[in-house]
């Protein structure tokens, strides 16, 4: 499967390289949230301190949007979910979540990219869970079934309610992940 274009854009937050086709974007991405207007917020949402224009400015979380003090919204992180190409300013909460989601996406989405097992089950209870090696497409976009791919179609990961990263013996033990719900 060919890689979707992409093209670069520039929002308010910094540079973005998006895709060029809507249908072709990674079922991870997250919309960028509108910014708190700046007159609806005179102090810092997280330390409560009051703005000024010269000694505590203000600065909008590119995560969440909210409106901060520099010392609130200092970390800078990369945020690829919202396909920016350098790190972007986050305040303190924000800043663990996209960090934990980096770790997810470096250790998790790789192993997944090169096959895992998958336990997949349908919304009703009668839907029987099976057992899976299945492959999960570079751009994010499909599950395929490695060894059965001729009884069963990809999945689109955008159809899927969650998903569970079943424990893998050569990695960590015992382990299994819940995957974001992407609904
Ligand atoms: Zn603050
Ligand atoms: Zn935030």
């Known amino acids: 499967m060919a890689a979707p274009e992409k093209k670069l854009v520039r ?7 998006v895709t060029v086709d809507d249908d072709e974007t ?3 991405l997250l919309m960028e949230p509108p910014w708190v207007p700046d007159n ?6 997280s330390c409560r301190g009051k703005f000024d224009f010269l000694r505590r400015r203000k600065h909008h979380c590119r995560r969440c949007g909210r409106c901060f003090c520099d010392n609130c919204c200092k970390t800078k992180v990369a945020l690829p979910r919202m396909c920016f190409i350098d790190p972007v300013r986050h ?11 980096n770790e997810f996406f ?16 349908g919304k009703d209870q009668s839907d029987i869970e099976s057992q899976f090696l299945c492959k999960l497409s570079s751009d994010h976009r499909f599950l395929n079934f490695e060894a059965e791919s001729d009884k069963y ?10 998903l569970q990263i079943m424990a893998n013996s050569r990695d960590d033990e015992g382990m299994s ?7």
Request: hydrophobic share 30%; charged share 25%.
């Open 11 to 17: 929002s308010k937050s910094g540079l973005r390289m």
């Open 26 to 28: 990674s079922p991870f």
């Open 40 to 45: 609806e917020c005179d102090c810092c949402q």
């Open 91 to 101: 305040c303190a909460t924000c800043a663990d979540t996209t960090k934990k989601e």
């Open 106 to 121: 470096d250790k998790h989405v790789k192993t997944l990219v090169n096959g895992g097992q998958f336990m997949l089950s």
């Open 153 to 162: 179609e990809s999945i689109q990961v955008s159809n899927l309610e969650s």
């Open 177 to 183: 992940l819940t995957f974001y719900s992407l609904k």
